[in-house]
């Protein structure tokens, strides 16, 4: 797979723009992992709490407008909230952000969208099965620490159209949804 992140002929790379979404309750863990991401200066992160959503104006033009100039979407996939699915409760996302990963497949392509979600993955769209997600356990120290692999899954996925190999496979690492092995 060629590079994704290649400049055409003729142009210098530039940082990659980033939009990272998440539910308000995960506003920590987005933190953390848009600073990680930020780091070595190949990327900017633009998490949807630093974006600007204007009174009176509709989200999903807000939203459009706030990601014409991006590259890439990351996507925590949080459990936040309860869905009741065939008789069986399951955390699931906010419905904003299954929102928002289907607006992202579709405006920038399914390679260039990443899930991210904490290991006891919330309820996954069938549609999305295959493409994989990245998980990292909560309870294994603070969100700077344990973002760090998947930070470096994403980075690895945008600049070389593949997940990593080595240690930031292993671990909290990289899991397809209802699989536990690694990438």
């Known amino acids: 797979m060629p590079e994704l992140s290649k400049p055409a002929p003729g142009k210098q790379r530039a940082k990659q723009r980033i939009f990272l979404a998440s539910a308000s309750e995960a506003e920590d863990w987005a933190k953390a992992l848009a600073l ?3 780091t070595g200066n190949w990327a900017l992160v633009k998490p949807w709490f630093f974006s600007t959503f204007e009174p009176g104006i ?4 807000s939203l459009m407008k706030n990601t014409q100039d ?13 869905t009741e699915s ?10 904003n952000i299954v929102f928002e ?13 990443v899930l991210v979600s904490p290991k006891d993955v919330p309820k996954i769209p069938s549609d ?10 909560p309870s294994e120290g603070k969100p700077e620490e344990f973002m760090i692999p998947i930070a470096i899954g994403i980075e690895t996925r945008f600049k070389t159209g593949s997940f990593p190999e080595g240690k930031a496979r292993s671990g909290p690492g990289c899991s397809l949804p209802g699989e536990g092995r690694p990438y």
């Open 70 to 82: 991006t590259q890439f979407a990351v996507v925590l996939y949080t459990g936040v909230d309860t």
């Open 58 to 61: 509709p989200i999903l033009e």
């Open 128 to 137: 999305y099965a295959g493409y994989g997600v990245l998980t990292f356990d």
């Open 101 to 113: 990963l289907g607006f992202f497949i579709a405006k920038l392509g399914p390679e260039r969208v």
């Open 36 to 38: 990680l991401l930020s």
């Open 86 to 95: 065939k008789g069986l409760q399951s955390a699931s996302p906010r419905d």
